[in-house]
């Protein structure tokens, strides 16, 4: 939600010292959690809202599902093992079933966990052997008082803060309530009669009072439309801006014609380029020549080549003279485009220059690599985000690539192209977005589509198998291995159960080394090693001295092991389609006939069940976007880290892709008519705006 700016000082009478009800106590704590005017408490929303629709009953929960529990602690065990505390809580909601909640290593909360008290759980329900559980975890849960507990029984909705020991539950809806009748005209509307009208929005005044309080799930649903308007309206304000002002650039750059580096490398490469790629290549050439500078994102399943699209281009603009950086989301994915990029760069001699820049170089690397990056020695910049930070400096960029782009918030993007003049801009993904999303979340960015894989590329044989197999799949893997192949073993790691399942990756690789792979080499490869340690595992598997690579998620994205053709995924259930398909793309990328198993325990749920199949029917990344589409929502398409970004935390795709076309209409209509809200009806809207974006237009205007 987005601040409106105070129009007048802070006076005394709303210092919340002095508010009732509020005292200097909780003033301090409440600053401490950011809130320091009325205007901010007003604003203050509740991270749930539970009412009877919302909560399941114990009995009729099902496995992987997230939803509200309500129950009361019916009995607690505490089980001590060497090193380890495991509380098991019994939550009893008389549906005929119970719920075992399961704490470890928190040996502190037995004194919180008292049998007898109500308590709400937010979270995924795992069905397990023993029966139903739900990992305890802070955050997820509310003690309710039971006067909470009747009003729930009687139908009302009531909304949960994040609320500490001294900031309650009470505390919050009373100050809320209080702050309502007397500090509501605080809160400035920024949206005109006409436009809440048009589009059946609440005022915002009284879209506040439902979200904090409100009389039904009709209410609640409308005033959370307005809030989502707000962030989309704001969010596409931003890219019209940005729209109209890159539109008027010019870039002081010209490139070369034709690049002798890239024409030469064609020649060398050792396969054929695909007609797609071709196609991607010249679109992006084309854009290079134009005067504007380039904005494109570059969509092509997993496996389809983009890595040397962007290099071909990337030639170009290094062959012109200029520098050009490409940034990763995984060190060990900047670690792979940095090795392959130098081996192209020996092939085609000249004595161009790469550097990786991570966080875990020393710092004796990092200066000699900042060092080239500013003399301009080094032509190629290959990096993670630490190529964003303060201390990196080019001679003169002229390109900027975004390997998956998706994992990347717009304003990493911002950062990265601030350090050139308007440099041009490629972004690389493999999340096949429908077109019009990307238009409406992308702004204004131009699309190339490589809509066809390398030829020769066979299916990947994708299978589902439950857990009474896993020696067959072993035994396969053992095959494989005998001539000459190589396996991933992946484990999904879950934030919640993260450690846990890091935990599982660690034994079981112990166990495969040392029994079940025998005299094979096997290595493990997870995201709390460092920098280092990754690079050795991914380069000896890459070399083949590894055989088989034990793996949790961070191989998702990108790494290309061509001799790699089989992939065992533990615990299938608990991945998503997208990451799925992402997953098995580390496969199948050379010759020979690849294998994926899919491993599960025997009970899924009906949702795990339909991504399974589709697995099984299709590699077509296309087909399994469409069947994400239906099975949970384009919502997350987008992905977890899209709307921390964006700052979007109401919307949610599946339901408001309308909203998301009325917000852009309107923020574009108001910027085409007034470009700079200088009006005096958008003047209330350019003081949101700029509020909310005056760092990031910085950055957008500066260069
Ligand atoms: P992605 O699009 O998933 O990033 P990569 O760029 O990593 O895919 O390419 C996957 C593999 O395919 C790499 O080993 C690459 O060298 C190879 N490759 C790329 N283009 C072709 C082609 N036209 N023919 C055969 N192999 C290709
Ligand atoms: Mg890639």
Redesign the pocket.
């Known amino acids: 939600m987005f601040l409106p700016p105070l129009s007048t000082k802070n006076m005394e009478s709303n210092d919340l010292r002095y508010i009732k009800g509020i005292g200097p106590v909780r003033a301090s704590s409440l600053k401490r959690i950011g809130l320091t005017t009325p205007e901010q408490l007003l604003l203050f929303f509740p991270k749930w809202h539970v009412h009877k629709a919302a909560i399941t009953p114990i009995a009729l929960a099902k496995n992987g599902e997230k939803t509200f529990i309500k129950g009361f602690i019916s009995e607690v065990e505490e089980l001590r093992r060497p090193g380890r505390s495991i509380l098991k809580v019994i939550v009893d909601d008389n549906s005929g079933a119970t719920l075992t909640w399961t704490w470890f290593n928190r040996p502190y909360m037995r004194e919180i966990l008292k049998a007898g008290r109500q308590v709400v759980i937010h979270d995924a329900v795992e069905s397990t052997r023993w029966g139903l559980q739900i990992n305890g975890t802070a955050g997820t849960y509310e003690f309710i008082s039971p006067e909470e507990d009747a009003a729930l029984e009687r139908g009302e909705i009531l909304g949960f803060y994040k609320s500490t020991k001294i900031l309650t539950q009470e505390f919050f809806r009373e100050i809320i309530r209080q702050l309502i009748n007397t500090k509501l005209t605080l809160i400035v509307e920024m949206l005109s009669p006409d436009i809440t009208m048009r589009h059946d929005l609440y005022r915002i005044r009284e879209a506040l009072i439902k979200f904090h309080f409100p009389e039904n799930t009709a209410e609640l649903e409308k005033a959370r439309r307005r809030l989502v308007f707000d962030e989309l309206f704001m969010l596409q304000l931003f890219l019209a801006r940005r729209k109209l002002f890159l539109a008027k650039k010019i870039k002081t750059r010209s490139y070369k014609e034709e690049s002798s580096s890239a024409l030469e490398l064609e020649k060398k490469l050792p396969?054929?380029?695909?007609g797609a790629?071709k196609r991607s290549i010249a679109e992006i050439n084309a854009d290079l020549m134009r005067k504007a500078p380039m904005n494109r994102l570059l969509q092509?399943?997993?496996?389809?080549?983009?890595?040397?699209v962007a290099l071909m281009a990337m030639l170009k603009v290094i062959d012109s003279g200029y520098q050009a950086a490409i940034m990763a989301p995984t060190e060990i994915l900047a670690e792979q485009h940095y090795r392959n990029y130098g081996k192209y760069f020996e092939q085609i001699g000249g004595g161009k220059k790469a550097v990786l820049l991570t966080g875990s170089l020393t710092a004796k690397e990092k200066r000699e690599a900042l060092a080239a990056v500013k003399s301009g020695e080094a032509s190629l910049v290959v990096g993670t985000h630490a190529l964003i930070q303060d201390a990196v400096e080019f001679k003169e960029l002229g390109m900027i690539v975004i390997d998956e782009r998706h994992k990347f918030g717009v304003f990493q993007r911002l950062t990265l192209e601030s350090k050139g003049v308007f440099p041009d801009c490629l972004m690389?993904t493999?999340t096949p977005f429908p077109r019009a999303l990307v238009l409406t979340l992308y702004g204004d960015t131009e699309l190339s589509v490589?809509d066809e894989l390398?030829?020769g590329r066979l299916p990947i044989y994708t299978k589902w198998t439950q857990e009474k197999r896993r020696q067959d799949v072993y035994e396969f893997i053992r095959n494989k291995v005998a001539a000459g192949e190589q396996a991933f073993i992946v484990y999904p790691l879950v934030e919640e159960s993260e450690k846990l399942m890091l935990k599982a990756a660690e034994t079981d690789y112990v166990y495969l080394k040392n029994e079940v792979f025998k005299g094979r080499n096997v290595g493990l490869i997870h995201g709390r090693m460092s920098g280092e340690e990754k690079e050795s595992a991914m380069r000896d598997f890459k070399e083949k001295k590894i055989d088989i690579l034990v793996a949790t998620t961070v191989i998702e994205v990108?790494i290309?092991v061509?001799n790699a053709t089989v992939m065992v995924i533990e615990h299938t259930e608990r991945f998503g389609l997208a990451q799925l398909h992402q997953l098995r793309?580390r496969v199948g990328?050379g010759a020979k006939k690849s294998f994926c198993f899919l491993l599960t325990s025997w009970n899924v749920t009906s949702d795990a069940f339909k991504r399974l199949k589709i697995m099984e029917k299709t590699n077509d990344g296309f087909e399994v976007a469409e069947a994400d589409l239906e099975i949970r929502g384009p919502g997350e398409l987008f992905g977890a880290s899209q709307h921390g970004e964006l700052d979007l935390k109401y919307m949610d795709l599946s339901r408001d892709r309308e909203i998301l076309i009325s917000a852009r209409q309107e923020a574009f209509r108001i910027i085409d008519a007034d470009p700079k809200l200088a009006s005096e009806e958008n003047k209330k809207i350019r003081s949101f705006f700029d509020e909310r974006f005056s760092k990031d237009m910085e950055l957008i205007t500066v260069s």
């Open positions: 396969f054929e380029l695909t790629q092509g399943d997993v496996g389809s080549g983009k890595t040397i690389m493999a490589i390398p030829k990108g290309d061509s793309g990328r």
